[in-house]
């Protein structure tokens, strides 16, 4: 781990405020971003900002990137359950009509 | 980095070692991070569910909403992150003074967003303190009977859409900042220790862990944040 | 597994300085305020036997109702409480913390070579949060229960029924956080508490089975909880996240319901399963076939188990292209118990086998799972499922599955395990009577129910028609029998205590680091540091039986 510049032997405070900046400025470009109408692409731009800044927070601030693979997969196993729950329920609602849209051999 | 082995005042009896106490109270905070990203994954999923049905209405009714607000409460939460990032920084060069200073400022800013929230819920009509009863009056947001949804004019209106997105609303808000008291306390609960210095290099764990939680409280409030205030920003 | 090259380790059943577990210590401070996984097991078993014994009242008084076609015994609405209440206690209450937390609680630190689990003081907060949330819905139960059915569909339970529905939900929340608590002490514990040379490929497999139950009360647990919330919400707060005139979706509330409910199925079975390995190796002396395929399939059955939770839905007007694939992965999911049912069976081929009581419940489970299982094949196929969806059939199914299937594997494992937890031995020919009322009496309880759903009778339903009888009777005649099998170890397990003969380290002569301690084991659990030099279940080719029980 890099060496804080005023207190040696002591973990480095640039990643702190580097990720802090980082949050600060995606913050800003979210909110920007979401006056302007970009259709779906919102949505997107708005989950992917969301998902990096989360990412930053998950890597820096919690230490992860230091972190044992074990830790690791433990972070990755909860969202990825999470996108189960999500996407399986949605695949419901989404595909509701379409025995409608082929049975009329539409 | 070495471990005490045996007679380190914080080793407890069933742990060979401090290091493996470390691993193991670091990774159960892990795993019950994994269970609150499920407990609110519950919400999230209904807020998708719905938010697809009710594409339209969702984003009308989420201009309610007070962005500036909204972004001030995420600014100090990141804030809020740093500090307690800062205060493991300070724990581990061994200065206990400026361990409780970053706590409390991160105990602050947790407060800050709650106050602000607060504020953001009695502009809703949620009865607060003294100012419920002139609030009530003014909007009408929150969901039950004495829910009216202003429709905006010229547009298809279906208020009991909007209804759900304020219940979402109350409930995914209301359970983070549930989650953010108790956070706080958790923070208070460090506060001794650390005066009187307990934590160093060495052995920091708690401050870690409860960090871990305050930190993925913060995370929430990050996918909260664009998906109930900005999705009708345009 | 022995320990090696320590000079203090002693002889196998000596007697030792420190006292066992059970006598370090006395008075009510030294038992509720206690860190030892082994005490706290033993206040769980405490308390879910008061559960299951409750949750046995309703059932008897649902059977005694069906023995009519008319509603004779009770009225409707009670009815509906009645099977509510059976439902949710059973459930929550017995069946999701029986294995793990009495069985599990006890024997996994030790199977591993651990002084405690990872969090003792979090073991012994899981028990205090389990007795709270079985006082609210006690609570509940004695202002007249809730009749929504234990699983609590909307809108009935959110708006329409005048039961005690919050006050059954916050219980059930508050129980989840027990079975949370327990899920994540195993997890940290198997990871990171394992004795040096016990690798992960030389755990026992009711090791491999509770850490993947584990995982599953990790992930899902937490959304049922929040489901609840939100039902209790609704209620009381009249938000419309459920409601269909506010604009919400019941259906909705159902995929929430059952992402955490079909999961918390294999949550009940798994470690019965577990238990099943460690008794099928155990009685034949051999090897489990296949250890490293079981022990997959374990990890296999918890991760599919999470993606099938559709079939529940295949009635409500769930779209017909989630439905097929729901279904075709329910059939996967049989794929790794299937796996497991060839390996016991291929484990018993040559081995040395023998006939104790625990073996009995293990054969049993064997053959009783394994139609359970198969019926679960059958209702997984959307054609068949239009017709047996809330009938008999299902309430056959899964009492197959839970009750031949988890309730045998926990009475074999107490029967295998209760001469190390408590030092004494029970009267085998009281066992053995009461392995055979069990299997019969179970038999003939549900076998019935599945004529029962094939011919139409539904479920939940309190009158029938006259042509249902003469099988519903059948059904009553088994579940007194059935009763008597599960009163008598009561009385033989009680009277062990105060009458039983002592019990040395190892009665069976099995492998086992668990049987390498005292029976009671001490408070520690070794009295000598555990190192693990064999391999699981390392018995002797053709091992000669070497068990002294008279």
Same mark, same amino acid.
């Given at each position: 781990?890099?060496?804080?510049?005023?207190?040696?032997?002591?973990?480095?405070?640039?990643?702190?405020?580097?990720?802090?900046?980082?949050?600060?400025?995606?913050?800003?470009?979210?909110?920007?971003?979401?006056?302007?109408?970009?259709?779906?692409?919102?949505?997107?731009?708005?989950?992917?900002?969301?998902?990096?800044?989360?990412?930053?927070?998950?890597?820096?601030?919690?230490?992860?990137?230091?972190?044992?693979?074990?830790?690791?997969?433990?972070?990755?196993?909860?969202?990825?359950?999470?996108?189960?729950?999500?996407?399986?329920?949605?695949?419901?609602?989404?595909?509701?009509?379409?025995?409608?849209?082929?049975?009329?051999?539409? | 980095?070495?471990?005490?082995?045996?007679?380190?005042?914080?080793?407890?009896?069933?742990?060979?070692?401090?290091?493996?106490?470390?691993?193991?109270?670091?990774?159960? =905070?892990? $795993?019950?991070?994994?269970?609150?990203?499920?407990?609110?994954?519950?919400?999230?999923?209904?807020?998708?569910?719905?938010?697809?049905?009710?594409?339209?209405?969702?984003?009308?009714?989420?201009?309610?909403?007070? $962005?500036?607000?909204?972004?001030?409460?995420?600014?100090?939460?990141?804030?809020?992150?740093?500090?307690?990032?800062?205060?493991?920084?300070?724990?581990?060069?061994?200065?206990?003074?400026?361990?409780?200073?970053?706590?409390?400022?991160?105990?602050?800013?947790?407060? +800050?967003?709650?106050?602000?929230? +607060?504020?953001?819920?009695?502009?809703?009509?949620?009865?607060?303190?003294?100012?419920?009863?002139?609030?009530?009056?003014?909007?009408?947001?929150? @969901?039950?009977?004495?829910?009216?949804? @202003?429709?905006?004019?010229?547009?298809?209106?279906?208020?009991?859409?909007?209804?759900?997105?304020?219940?979402?609303?109350?409930?995914?808000?209301?359970?983070?900042?549930?989650? =953010?008291?108790?956070?706080?306390?958790?923070?208070?609960?460090?506060?001794?220790?650390?005066?009187?210095?307990?934590?160093?290099?060495?052995?920091?764990?708690?401050?870690?862990?409860?960090?871990?939680?305050?930190?993925?409280?913060?995370?929430?409030?990050?996918?909260?944040?664009?998906?109930?205030?900005?999705?009708?920003?345009? | 597994?022995?320990?090696?090259?320590?000079?203090?380790?002693?002889?196998?059943?000596? *007697?030792?300085?420190?006292?066992?577990?059970?006598?370090?210590?006395?008075?009510?401070?030294?038992?509720?305020?206690?860190?030892?996984?082994?005490?706290?097991?033993?206040?769980?078993?405490?308390?879910?036997? *008061?559960?299951?014994?409750?949750?046995?009242?309703?059932?008897?008084?649902?059977?005694?109702?069906?023995?009519?076609?008319?509603?004779?015994?009770?009225?409707?609405?009670?009815?509906?409480?009645?099977?509510?209440?059976?439902?949710?206690?059973?459930?929550?209450?017995?069946? !999701?913390?029986?294995?793990?937390?009495?069985?599990?609680?006890?024997? !996994?630190?030790?199977?591993?070579?651990?002084?405690?689990?990872?969090?003792?003081?979090?073991?012994?907060?899981?028990?205090?949060?389990?007795?709270?949330?079985?006082?609210?819905?006690?609570?509940?139960?004695?202002?007249?229960?809730?009749?929504?059915?234990?699983?609590?569909?909307?809108?009935?339970?959110?708006?329409?029924?005048?039961?005690?529905?919050?006050?059954?939900?916050?219980?059930?929340?508050?129980?989840?956080?027990?079975?949370?608590?327990?899920?994540?002490? &195993?997890?940290?514990?198997?990871?990171?508490?394992?004795?040096?040379?016990?690798?992960?490929?030389?755990?026992?497999?009711?090791?491999?089975?509770?850490? *993947?139950?584990?995982?599953? %009360?990790?992930?899902?647990?937490?959304?049922?909880?929040?489901?609840?919330?939100?039902?209790?919400?609704?209620?009381?707060?009249?938000?419309?996240?459920?409601?269909?005139?506010?604009?919400?979706?019941?259906?909705?509330?159902?995929?929430?319901?059952?992402?955490?409910?079909?999961?918390?199925?294999?949550?009940?079975?798994?470690?019965?399963?577990?238990?099943?390995?460690?008794?099928?190796?155990?009685?034949?002396?051999?090897?489990?076939?296949?250890?490293?395929?079981?022990? &997959?399939?374990?990890?296999?059955?918890?991760?599919?188990?999470?993606?099938?939770?559709?079939?529940?839905?295949?009635?409500?007007?769930?779209?017909?292209?989630?439905?097929?694939?729901?279904?075709?992965?329910?059939?996967?999911?049989?794929?790794?118990?299937?796996?497991?049912?060839?390996?016991?069976?291929?484990?018993?081929?040559?081995?040395?086998?023998?006939?104790?009581?625990? %073996?009995?419940?293990?054969?049993?489970?064997?053959?009783? &799972?394994?139609?359970?299982?198969?019926?679960?094949? %059958?209702?997984?196929?959307?054609?068949?499922?239009?017709?047996?969806?809330?009938?008999?059939?299902?309430?056959?199914?899964?009492?197959?599955?839970?009750?031949?299937?988890?309730?045998?594997?926990?009475?074999?494992?107490?029967?295998?395990?209760?001469?190390?937890?408590?030092?004494?031995?029970?009267?085998?020919?009281?066992?053995?009577?009461?392995?055979?009322?069990?299997?019969?009496?179970?038999?003939?309880?549900?076998?019935?129910?599945?004529?029962?759903?094939?011919?139409?009778?539904?479920?939940?339903?309190?009158?029938?028609?006259?042509?249902?009888?003469?099988?519903? !009777?059948?059904?009553?005649?088994?579940?007194?029998?059935?009763?008597?099998?599960?009163?008598?170890?009561?009385?033989?397990?009680?009277?062990?205590?105060?009458?039983?003969?002592?019990?040395?380290?190892?009665?069976?002569?099995?492998?086992?680091?668990?049987?390498?301690?005292?029976?009671?084991?001490?408070?520690?659990?070794?009295?000598?540091?555990?190192?693990?030099?064999?391999?699981?279940?390392?018995?002797?080719?053709?091992?000669?039986?070497?068990?002294?029980?008279?």
């Amino acid at each position: 781990m890099a060496e804080d510049e005023t207190h040696p032997h002591a973990p480095s405070r640039k990643p702190y405020f580097l990720t802090f900046g980082f949050l600060i400025v995606m913050t800003f470009v979210t909110v920007v971003v979401a006056k302007f109408n970009l259709g779906p692409l919102n949505d997107i731009v708005a989950l992917g900002i969301a998902v990096l800044k989360g990412t930053a927070v998950v890597l820096f601030f919690m230490h992860v990137r230091h972190s044992s693979n074990l830790t690791k997969l433990t972070v990755v196993s909860g969202f990825l359950w999470l996108g189960f729950m999500i996407f399986i329920t949605l695949s419901d609602y989404w595909t509701r009509g379409w025995l409608d849209t082929f049975a009329s051999g539409r | 980095m070495h471990s005490v082995t045996g007679g380190h005042a914080r080793l407890q009896h069933h742990f060979d070692d401090l290091d493996q106490q470390r691993e193991a109270s670091t990774f159960g =905070m892990w $795993v019950f991070l994994c269970t609150e990203i499920l407990f609110f994954g519950g919400l999230f999923t209904a807020y998708v569910i719905y938010r697809q049905r009710f594409h339209g209405v969702f984003a009308q009714a989420s201009h309610e909403l007070n $962005v500036t607000l909204g972004a001030t409460n995420t600014a100090v939460l990141i804030c809020s992150s740093l500090t307690m990032a800062l205060s493991i920084w300070a724990a581990q060069i061994g200065k206990r003074k400026l361990t409780v200073l970053f706590l409390l400022i991160t105990m602050a800013l947790g407060l +800050t967003f709650l106050g602000i929230k +607060t504020v953001e819920y009695s502009e809703k009509g949620v009865p607060f303190g003294i100012d419920a009863l002139t609030h009530l009056t003014k909007h009408h947001l929150v @969901p039950g009977p004495s829910f009216h949804y @202003p429709c905006p004019p010229g547009e298809p209106c279906h208020p009991e859409q909007a209804e759900v997105f304020f219940s979402l609303y109350f409930c995914m808000t209301g359970l983070h900042a549930l989650h =953010m008291v108790v956070g706080v306390g958790l923070l208070s609960y460090l506060l001794v220790p650390s005066w009187r210095g307990r934590f160093t290099a060495e052995w920091h764990n708690p401050l870690e862990c409860i960090g871990l939680y305050w930190h993925f409280v913060d995370i929430v409030w990050i996918f909260l944040f664009p998906l109930l205030y900005l999705i009708g920003a345009h | 597994m022995n320990s090696t090259n320590t000079p203090t380790a002693p002889p196998s059943g000596v *007697a030792l300085d420190r006292p066992s577990y059970l006598h370090d210590g006395y008075g009510w401070k030294s038992w509720l305020l206690t860190k030892d996984h082994k005490r706290i097991a033993i206040l769980y078993l405490i308390s879910i036997t *008061a559960f299951f014994a409750l949750g046995g009242i309703f059932a008897m008084l649902i059977r005694l109702e069906l023995l009519t076609p008319e509603g004779d015994l009770v009225q409707a609405a009670t009815y509906n409480r009645l099977f509510t209440m059976h439902g949710v206690i059973m459930v929550f209450f017995f069946l !999701v913390p029986s294995i793990p937390a009495t069985l599990g609680n006890f024997f !996994v630190p030790l199977m591993i070579g651990a002084k405690d689990l990872a969090f003792p003081r979090i073991n012994l907060l899981s028990w205090y949060i389990y007795v709270l949330g079985g006082c609210f819905t006690l609570w509940a139960l004695i202002h007249g229960g809730v009749d929504t059915g234990w699983t609590f569909y909307t809108p009935f339970s959110t708006h329409y029924s005048n039961g005690y529905v919050v006050s059954t939900a916050i219980g059930v929340f508050i129980a989840g956080f027990s079975s949370i608590l327990t899920g994540l002490n &195993f997890i940290v514990t198997i990871h990171r508490m394992r004795a040096p040379g016990m690798t992960w490929f030389r755990l026992p497999l009711f090791i491999w089975s509770h850490y *993947a139950t584990s995982l599953i %009360m990790i992930l899902g647990t937490p959304v049922i909880a929040v489901t609840l919330m939100m039902v209790a919400v609704e209620r009381t707060l009249n938000l419309g996240l459920f409601d269909p005139r506010l604009g919400g979706d019941p259906i909705l509330f159902q995929h929430l319901f059952w992402f955490y409910s079909h999961p918390a199925v294999y949550i009940m079975v798994l470690p019965g399963m577990g238990v099943i390995s460690e008794l099928i190796a155990a009685f034949s002396r051999k090897r489990v076939f296949g250890y490293s395929v079981v022990a &997959f399939s374990s990890m296999g059955i918890a991760v599919l188990g999470f993606l099938v939770w559709g079939h529940h839905l295949f009635l409500t007007g769930e779209s017909v292209y989630a439905a097929t694939v729901f279904s075709l992965l329910s059939m996967l999911v049989a794929v790794p118990s299937a796996i497991k049912v060839f390996n016991w069976t291929a484990t018993l081929y040559e081995g040395s086998v023998s006939y104790e009581t625990p %073996m009995l419940y293990a054969l049993g489970f064997i053959g009783l &799972f394994t139609i359970g299982g198969l019926t679960g094949v %059958m209702i997984a196929t959307l054609g068949i499922d239009l017709h047996l969806h809330d009938t008999y059939f299902i309430i056959a199914h899964f009492h197959y599955v839970m009750v031949g299937g988890t309730i045998m594997a926990f009475m074999g494992g107490l029967h295998y395990w209760w001469p190390k937890m408590t030092g004494k031995l029970y009267p085998v020919f009281a066992s053995r009577l009461s392995a055979l009322l069990i299997f019969v009496g179970f038999n003939l309880t549900f076998f019935p129910q599945f004529i029962l759903g094939y011919l139409g009778m539904p479920r939940r339903y309190w009158e029938y028609p006259p042509e249902f009888q003469v099988w519903n !009777v059948l059904s009553t005649a088994g579940a007194s029998v059935l009763g008597v099998g599960y009163v008598l170890p009561l009385c033989y397990f009680l009277y062990s205590l105060f009458y039983g003969k002592q019990a040395g380290a190892n009665p069976w002569g099995v492998k086992g680091l668990e049987w390498e301690t005292t029976s009671p084991p001490p408070t520690y659990n070794f009295d000598y540091p555990v190192v693990v030099t064999e391999e699981a279940y390392d018995y002797a080719p053709a091992a000669r039986r070497e068990a002294h029980i008279a």
